[in-house]
């Protein structure tokens, strides 16, 4: 079984560029989540999809980031302008269903680093 | 505000040393505790998926216990190999108003390296 393809590995921007990460989940899981993972501190999630809905996206810095998932499959997150504050390991991560039911599969990640 | 704490933040061990670490979480409207294993440059990777208060699990070398009534699980690696060394992270369930789908707290992790 394929697992959650990212891509890029690594990026790196200047500040007030724009960026985008993409994310292909394991085929068949309804839910996808972007977490943004800052070094030295937990995953905290961005933003939760159900199919192609959001359920979640308390935590999304919606002036700056934005994120969708077309067709309820792959996912784009987009981050314009980038701040230096953004540098991380940006997650995705995909699951059959809720939590309730199982577990999350990772994606190796995006690094970004803005200068 | 969630709080799940970790600890220790980073742990040097010798090959062949055994090895815990602790995770705590809020001890009410407990659901699931998850530890994940983070190698650099690869992807987290699920270990278990603690539910029951008295919960032990087992894999391998690796086992973890769960105390919902105190709030705390332990992590434990027995006869550490170089090949253990990463980030083991915790991750705390909970469900927003409304949600069946739940949502994932994590802690910041714990580096283990182990040396040969």
Same mark, same amino acid.
Request: proline residues 5%; positive net charge; charged residues 20%.
């Given at each position: 079984?394929?697992?959650?393809?990212?891509? !890029?590995?690594?990026?790196?921007?200047?500040?007030?560029?724009?960026?985008?990460?993409?994310? &292909? !989940?394991?085929?068949?899981?309804?839910?996808? @989540?972007? @977490?943004?993972?800052?070094?030295?501190q937990g995953p905290k999630l961005?933003?939760?999809?159900? &199919? &192609?809905?959001?359920?979640?996206?308390?935590?999304? !810095?919606?002036?700056?980031?934005?994120a969708e998932r077309l067709k309820g499959v792959d996912s784009t997150l987009k981050i314009? !302008?980038?701040k230096l504050e953004d540098s991380a390991v940006y997650l995705c991560a995909s699951s059959f269903g809720g939590l309730a039911e199982g577990i999350q599969y990772f994606g190796a990640g995006t690094r970004l680093s803005v200068l | 505000i969630l709080n799940v704490e970790q600890s220790p933040q980073s742990l040097h061990v010798q090959e062949g040393d055994s090895t815990n670490f602790t995770c705590s979480f809020p001890s009410s409207n407990f659901y699931a505790l998850h530890w994940?294993?983070?190698e650099t440059a690869k992807s987290p990777e699920a270990l278990f998926v603690m539910t029951l208060n008295g919960d032990e699990k087992k894999k391998g070398r690796i086992?973890?216990?769960?105390?919902?009534? #105190?709030?705390?699980?332990?992590?434990?690696?027995?006869?550490?190999?170089? #090949?253990?060394?990463?980030?083991?992270?915790?991750?705390?369930?909970?469900?927003?108003?409304?949600?069946?789908?739940?949502?994932l707290y994590f802690g910041r992790g714990t580096q283990l390296t182990v040396w040969p």
């Open positions: 079984e394929a697992g959650v393809a990212q891509s !890029p590995r690594y990026k790196i921007i200047e500040k007030r560029q724009s960026v985008a990460f993409w994310c &292909n !989940p394991i085929s068949g899981h309804a839910t996808l @989540y972007w @977490y943004q993972q800052i070094l030295g961005l933003i939760q999809f159900q &199919n &192609n809905g959001v359920v979640d996206d308390s935590q999304l !810095p919606k002036d700056r980031f934005s314009q !302008p980038a | 994940y294993r983070w086992s973890a216990t769960l105390n919902t009534k #105190e709030g705390y699980s332990y992590l434990y690696i027995k006869g550490s190999q170089p #090949e253990d060394s990463a980030t083991y992270l915790c991750a705390f369930i909970i469900f927003g108003r409304g949600s069946t789908l739940g949502r």
